[in-house]
């Protein structure tokens, strides 16, 4: 089973509008941290937001907020006014406890126009 | 700022040359990566090291060897390269907290022909 899912492959957004990017997530670990990550076209991985399974808060970060909702097991991602320069890959990933590598879904390409 | 650094942008190998795929971090962080990203497969763990001289396999390790000597260098080694070699390695590097993100170096696009 996959441990992170990533539903949507692609999403449009037009310029100044909010976007939700789905994630669930598969652990049996009571401790783990979920991330998320933007690679533009240029291809370098660019580190968004954290969120760790016993924060109480859901994270931000600027314009990023992730909705976290432990019982369902989702992590979106949440965009807020969108810009030309969003436009790019967004990967979700699960680090678990005791574990040192990141698991990753297989993206959503996010295309905003003007 | 963190930097992880991959040797190479863009690399052409013909099929069965050994292939050192190279990368240096200065965050003196213990973890390191090896990804391999394909379209519509997002990242998948080839290899990692939590230490000098330790390494485990990740999801897709047949074809791969790695080599780490020094804390800051992790070299990926593709010992015949095939045609299903051609993609795109991302090394990644990151403390070993668990709360810790990972970072990336600007990849490296290899094409075996």
């Known amino acids: 089973a996959q441990k992170i899912t990533q539903t949507q492959p692609g999403m449009f957004v037009q310029e100044k509008e909010a976007v939700t990017l789905d994630c669930t997530y598969d652990?049996?670990?009571?401790?783990?941290?979920l991330f998320w990550y933007k690679q533009p076209s240029s291809g370098e991985m660019i580190f968004l937001i954290y969120q760790g399974s016993y924060d109480q808060q859901n994270a931000t970060e600027g314009r990023y907020s992730l909705n976290f909702q432990k019982a369902r097991k989702s992590a979106n991602l949440v965009i807020s006014a969108s810009q030309l320069g969003d436009s790019a890959m967004y990967f979700c990933a699960m680090r678990e406890g005791g574990y040192s590598t990141l698991t990753f879904g297989k993206g959503t390409m996010l295309l905003v126009s003007p | 700022d963190v930097k992880v650094t991959q040797s190479s942008r863009y690399l052409v190998k013909r099929t069965g040359e050994k292939v050192f795929l190279e990368c240096v971090q200065d965050?003196?962080?213990?973890?390191m990566f090896w990804y391999r990203q394909d379209p519509g497969l997002g990242l998948r763990l080839i290899y990692f090291s939590y230490d000098v001289k330790m390494k485990e396999k990740g999801d897709i390790p047949e074809g791969y060897s790695v080599s780490r000597e020094k804390k800051e260098r992790f070299s990926l080694i593709l010992e015949s390269a095939s045609t299903n070699q051609t993609s795109m390695y991302l090394c990644a590097s990151s403390f070993r907290a668990e709360y810790t993100e990972a970072f990336f170096g600007q990849g490296t696009r290899l094409t075996v022909v």
């Open positions: 965050m003196d962080h213990e973890n």
């Open positions: 652990t049996s670990d009571p401790s783990y941290g």
